[in-house]
């Protein structure tokens, strides 16, 4: 299995609703990464897990909450969202942090919309 | 800091005819360079990195660190070859961030 999976695909939720976007891999990739993508503008790094452990998180919210169980899985849970948060939230994963040149494998994506 | 520079959001370019998308970044410490590629209704995946110096789908990318740039060529365009290009970049060891440029469409006419 060499793909990035996310669910749900679509995502509508109102501000005050609490949601889940999930991850997988079975790649035995040990990083693993959150990505926000505006319309027509590049991924934006969000969080990057490390060994099932948080490694970078890049100043977000805290109405976005990562979360890695173990090292094949990746959520990311929302609380209290703003219509402004609506985005494709992708997930990656790669082999490892810390060494040069691993590749980073993109899921589809989640589009989320915050009514 | 680092950053990313694709100065084309649209490039439009015959078939067979050659293509170059230029990237330029700024980065004060030893990057890696890579250019992701998204085709119509697929994923955002790898095309290709400096560090391995080899050729993808007929594509190439030469780091100049000179002239801080990583442009994408290839001699001879293919329809196939219409896609969002991204060219990004990643910091020294243990600065793990992926900065993405704003990404150049290129478009290539029959």
């Known amino acids: 299995d060499t793909e990035v999976t996310q669910t749900p695909k679509h995502l509508v939720m109102g501000m005050t609703n609490k949601k889940s976007l999930k991850c997988e891999q079975h790649m035995g990739h040990r990083a693993m990464y959150w990505y926000k993508q505006k319309a027509k503008k590049p991924p934006e790094l969000m969080f990057v897990y490390s060994y099932e452990k948080l490694s970078i998180n890049e100043s977000v919210p805290s109405r976005f909450s990562p979360e890695c169980p173990n090292s094949s899985l990746l959520n990311l849970h929302l609380h209290a969202l703003q219509p402004e948060d609506s985005a494709l939230y992708l997930c990656?994963?790669?082999?490892?942090?810390?060494?040069?040149?691993?590749?980073?494998?993109f899921g589809p994506g989640t589009r989320l919309t915050v009514t | 800091a680092q950053r990313v520079t694709q100065p084309e959001k649209l490039l439009s370019v015959f078939k067979g005819a050659p293509v170059e998308l230029k990237c330029n970044y700024s980065?004060?410490?030893?990057?890696?360079l890579f250019w992701y590629v998204q085709y119509s209704r697929q994923r955002l995946q790898l095309l290709l990195r400096?560090?391995s110096r080899e050729s993808i789908k007929g594509f190439t990318a030469d780091l100049n660190k000179g002239e801080t740039s990583f442009h994408l060529k290839k001699p001879f365009a293919q329809e196939e070859d219409s896609a969002m290009y991204y060219c990004?970049?990643?910091?020294?060891?243990?600065?793990?961030?992926?900065?993405f440029g704003t990404g150049t469409r290129l478009t290539i006419i029959p």
């Open positions: 400096h560090i």
């Open positions: 990656a994963s790669s082999q490892a942090v810390g060494s040069r040149s691993y590749e980073q494998y």
């Open positions: 980065y004060s410490g030893s990057p890696e």
């Open positions: 990004a970049l990643k910091g020294d060891f243990g600065n793990e961030k992926l900065t």
